[in-house]
T-cell receptor, first 114, second 112 residues
Framework: NAGVTQTPKFRVLKTGQSMTLLCAQDMNHEYMYWYRQDPGMGLRLIHY???????AKGEVPDGYNVSRLKKQNFLLGLESAAPSQTSVYFCASSYDTRAQYGYTFGSGTRLTVV | AQSVTQLGSHVSVSEGALVLLRCNYS??????LFWYVQYPNQGLQLLLKYTTGATLVKGINGFEAEFKKSETSFHLTKPSAHMSDAAEYFCAGTDSWGKLQFGAGTQVVVTP
């Protein structure tokens, strides 16, 4: 089925370790986003991309890096994980810049940093 | 900047009763507005959206929402709650650059 796929679904990291979360979409969407979800805070935008090779910072970018080398993939990296990065991470994509059709979300990655 | 406020982090309703979830937005320019639902351990699923046109929007699973510009509100309702409606609901609106800003979410519990 068409949609947004995130890998892995679960991960436990030790403080200071690094990892990369992969997001892949097969809808030919130009725009892709990484959010983190924490209790009582809704979803907060980490980074986003308006097209292949372009990325921009969102509301909470510190401690994260991203890359969009291929249109269908958007990678989120943690160079040195911290307990404050324990969260559920969601990737999303959209057809247009005004999001009039909303976003399509992946099923999430639950990350625990110990 | 756009902000979205959901009133009430938890709502408990009886099966068969009215579900009412409140959402207000802050933008002076009416944004696009959305309601998403999140079931446990799943991603967000679009319930309904308002872009332009009719202010009463119908979505999936019997939900609807009314856009009221004068009240800067976009409340979500369902006439009769079902056990399967237990989930977290998020209101979201577009900011000036078209990115979605989310409310903090409302957890809905349905009691028999």
């Amino acid at each position: 089925n068409a949609g947004v796929t995130q890998t892995p679904k679960f991960r436990v990291l030790k403080t200071g370790q690094s990892m990369t979360l992969l997001c892949a979409q097969d809808m030919n969407h130009e725009y892709m986003y990484w959010y983190r979800q924490d209790p009582g805070m809704g979803l907060r935008l980490i980074h986003y991309s308006v097209g292949e090779g372009t990325t921009a910072k969102g509301e909470v970018p510190d401690g994260y890096n991203v890359s969009r080398l291929k249109k269908q993939n958007f990678l989120l990296g943690l160079e040195s994980a911290a307990p404050s990065q324990t969260s559920v991470y969601f990737c999303a994509s959209s057809y247009d810049t005004r999001a009039q059709y909303g976003y399509t979300f992946g099923s999430g990655t639950r990350l625990t940093v110990v | 900047a756009q902000s979205v406020t959901q009133l009430g982090s938890h709502v408990s309703v009886s099966e068969g009763a009215l579900v009412l979830l409140r959402c207000n937005y802050s933008s002076s320019v009416p944004p696009y507005l959305f309601w998403y639902v999140q079931y446990p351990n799943q991603g967000l699923q679009l319930l309904l959206k308002y872009t332009t046109g009719a202010t009463l929007v119908k979505g999936i699973n019997g939900f609807e929402a009314e856009f009221k510009k004068s009240e800067t509100s976009f409340h979500l309702t369902k006439p009769s709650a079902h056990m399967s409606d237990a989930a977290e609901y998020f209101c979201a609106g577009t900011d000036s650059w078209g990115k979605l800003q989310f409310g903090a979410g409302t957890q809905v519990v349905v009691t028999p």
